[in-house]
């Protein structure tokens, strides 16, 4: 039996990074599954496709981080914002969808408010950390917030927000394809000698910053007792992330989509500040954090932050149990040296190892995309 146009559902989505896209795509498959009848489109990359969605601009776009960095594409997302705000007031869908992306996001949830559109904002600025106003933006523009870090909690009920915990999208996310031995065939690695990994990102502003002090560290480890792992996300270059692998004498293997069994099978990791530290974490193998962007994104951030972490791990458990290593700390000297204290004191090892199982506990073992689908058809079908 076919069903009535005029009960055709749409939903419009706003997921401009990597990890929203596959936040967001579990949460379509699961609506999917449920066989709702909707039209779900708007912002998302390939994974969001996959699961039926149409995006109505080229996702690449939407990847770049920092002050600076936006200023450039400023043009690029005054024109989407534009085009957002004449598709809510010719043709309204029946909900928004904000995941994470706050620049952007929580202009249109102003946007959408104030067209009547309702708003289910879906990982939500860290204003904990740093522009604490921005929960009251929160407050009077999004109807609904689903949030995935416990303490965020506090905030909403001291506010009176609505808002539900989800628990964190990595704990479904997060599958091992392949044992360590079938991981080092793969990728032909000798299982004998400590195995290394650097997760520079997933923005090819991230790679120009963060890789080549990578590269230069990778430099200062003996090849005869080290394995070297780079984690290519598919949203990056390959020439690009080969042109600064090729400078090192030491032999590098790129690995592509598979950051997961990457993780879990090095001793030792180097991971971007982002949300590769949480999967990290959550998967208990141990690691440095390191941050580091331009100059003037740096001092204009350094105004606002209210934090004296950056590292998703260590804010959760509200303690310093990753090392973190921020702007001018970010180099080979500094970087070999606290891979080097992990790697040669077993104490520190275990006991970083140890801390990072708490990490299970504190996320929770709730399905994400079960109770954000079920936040979705109750807006869709009142």
């Known amino acids: 039996m076919k069903t009535n146009n005029k009960s055709i559902k749409r939903v419009f989505w706003i997921a401009g990074e990597n990890s929203a896209d596959l936040h967001s795509s579990i949460i379509l498959r699961e609506l999917n599954n ?4 909707i039209k779900n489109f708007g912002i998302g990359g390939k994974k969001m496709t996959a699961e039926g969605f149409r995006a109505i601009f080229p996702f690449e776009r939407f990847s ?12 690029f997302f005054l024109n989407v914002e534009k085009r957002i705000k004449k598709i809510f007031k010719h043709n309204p869908p029946d909900l928004v969808v904000l995941v994470d992306y706050p620049g952007l996001n929580m202009r249109i949830a102003k946007i959408a408010k104030n067209l009547q559109i309702p708003v289910l904002y879906y990982i939500v600025p860290q204003f904990w950390a740093w522009k604490y106003k921005r929960i009251f933006k929160l407050q009077k523009y999004a109807d609904h917030i689903a949030y995935i870090l416990p303490f965020e909690g506090e905030h909403f009920k001291k506010h009176k927000i609505t808002a539900s915990f989800t628990g964190h999208p990595i704990s479904e996310e997060i599958i091992i394809q392949c044992s360590k031995a079938e991981f080092a065939a793969k990728y032909n690695l000798d299982i004998k000698k400590k195995w290394l990994g650097f997760l520079p990102g997933s923005r090819e502003a991230e790679i120009t910053n963060m890789l080549p002090n990578f590269i230069k560290a990778i430099e200062l480890f003996d090849p005869a007792k080290y394995e070297f792992l780079i984690s290519k996300a598919s949203s990056v270059s390959s020439n690009l992330l080969e042109c600064y692998a090729n400078k090192t004498k030491n032999q590098v293997h ?23 530290t949480v ?6 193998t141990p690691f440095i954090i390191v941050y580091k962007t331009s100059k003037i994104s740096y001092q204009i951030g350094k105004k606002f932050v209210r934090i004296d972490q950056i590292g998703l791990p260590n804010l959760i458990l509200n303690k310093h149990v990753v090392p973190e290593l921020i702007q001018n700390d970010v180099n080979e000297i500094i970087i070999h040296q606290e891979l080097n204290n992990l790697l040669s004191t077993s104490t520190n090892y ?20 079960v109770i954000v689908s079920k936040i979705i058809r109750k807006f869709i079908n009142e």
């Open 350 to 369: 275990d006991k970083m190892k140890a801390e990072l199982k708490l990490i299970h506990n504190v996320l929770g073992s709730k399905k994400p995309s």
């Open 279 to 284: 999967e990290a974490a959550y998967i208990g």
């Open 34 to 37: 449920e066989n709702i009848n």
């Open 254 to 276: 790129i690995i592509e989509d598979m950051n997961y069994d990457l993780m879990k099978h090095c001793d030792l990791l180097t991971i971007t500040s982002g949300t590769a």
């Open 64 to 75: 770049v981080m920092g002050f600076i960095e936006i200023v450039k594409h400023i043009t």
